[in-house]
């Protein structure tokens, strides 16, 4: 019998549970030489939290589950596969239709019989409520760090992190960057123009190279203001935790305010009046994920054309950077709706036709 393991831990869980990447392979190996299993591959996502199926030795073992690589898929228990419900019924029935059995050694139930999913997903349930409760604490743990001025990830450029307090210090020469970088913007300058300009000058950059998103990402983050703001990317705007004075400044307020002017308005003079229907509604086909918008530009006999696009951006997805052409999209969706309305047209004749008919039994019963 060909097996896949299937190992996952995030720091919370190992915190947490116990559960390391090496106790999951040696309770797994001893299980599979117990029942003479022939182990095939290993599929180890260390790192990586269970809240999706978005994770890069999960996406391989959906491929060789598919190919017919294996013929069963083991793991020590259903949250180390998923701690969401969906994903969590979605995998169990790819599994069936590519006949693959799941088996997990420390939730002893025959996932094929009705009583077995019905187990399945209840520890599906528990699973995902424990995710939530984790992503709570971490949150909290978070929010309290933030508070305290200690910077939870990597410092952003103009910055370093001291090692021993945690805290954020000025760095001298990304700095002069940065002041030199709000400076252009406050000038007019587009963000594609202050990277063109950072190019040319060879200014400091540590990786990577100056370009207009990272010039942005630079001028829309109040912590050059001495402000940080925790969950700016992933929550409402009511739900960010401001703080304040959390580390020292490398711009003024004033030019802050004045480059949010210049922002503003080359955003407006770079889209002109186009507004992108699908904002926010359209989702990857593959992950799932909202695809953003893009432009691209072409000078055919010396004229420049504008061509707007989507594209997923989630990095982990098999279609990370593919585009879709928003005028392609707008046409297919206008000729659906066309032929949605002309159905709902018929359907509307068909309504008063048959209640006309009825109408008319009625009255000859009366009579």
């Given amino acids: 019998m060909r097996c896949g393991i299937y190992v996952r831990v995030s720091t919370d869980d190992q915190r947490d549970n116990g559960y390391s990447i090496d106790s999951q392979l040696r309770m797994i190996k001893e299980y599979c030489e117990k029942n ?5 591959d290993v599929y180890n996502d260390a790192g990586h939290s269970g809240k999706d199926l978005m994770r890069p030795e999960m996406q391989r073992l959906l491929k060789d589950i598919k190919s017919k690589k294996i013929d069963k898929l083991i793991a020590i228990k259903v949250d ?5 419900n969906y994903d969590g019924f979605w995998l169990l029935n790819y599994c069936e239709e590519h006949d693959v059995k799941i088996e997990l050694i420390l939730e002893p139930y025959d996932v094929s019989t009705a009583n077995g ?7 599906l349930v528990f699973g995902q409520r424990e995710r939530k409760e984790i992503g709570a604490r971490t949150k909290r743990a978070m929010e309290e760090m933030a508070l305290e001025r200690i910077h939870p990830s990597k410092a952003p450029y103009g910055y370093i992190r001291n090692k021993e307090t945690g805290h954020l210090e000025v760095e001298p020469i990304e700095a002069e960057v940065v002041k030199e970088i709000f400076e252009l913007c406050k000038r007019g300058n587009s963000t594609r123009g202050i990277s063109t300009i950072m ?6 950059l540590k990786q990577g190279k100056w370009k207009s998103d990272r010039v942005y990402k630079i001028l829309t983050n109040s912590i050059y203001i001495g402000i940080f703001e925790y969950g700016k990317y992933k929550r409402k705007s009511q739900d960010i935790l401001r703080v304040e004075n959390y580390c020292e400044p490398i711009i003024d307020e004033v030019t802050w305010n004045a480059t949010r ?4 308005k080359n955003k407006h003079s770079n889209y002109g009046e186009y507004i992108h229907l699908f904002s926010g509604l359209v989702k990857c086909p593959i992950c799932g994920e909202i695809m953003s918008s893009s432009e691209s530009f072409k000078y055919p006999n010396g004229n420049q054309k504008v061509y707007y696009h989507l594209r997923c951006k989630n990095h982990n997805c098999s279609g990370f950077g593919l585009h879709y052409n928003t005028e392609k999209i707008e046409t297919k969706l206008k000729q659906v709706l066309e032929e949605l309305t002309l159905f709902m047209l018929s359907m509307d004749n068909e309504i008063i036709t048959c209640n006309s008919a009825k109408s008319d039994d009625v009255k000859d019963i009366e009579k």
């Fill in 36 to 40: 003479d299993y022939d182990i095939v």
């Fill in 80 to 84: 180390r596969l998923t701690r969401n």
């Fill in 117 to 123: 999913e019905m187990i399945f997903g209840m520890n």
């Fill in 199 to 204: 190019k040319d000058n060879n200014a400091y």
């Fill in 261 to 264: 002017n210049v922002l503003v």
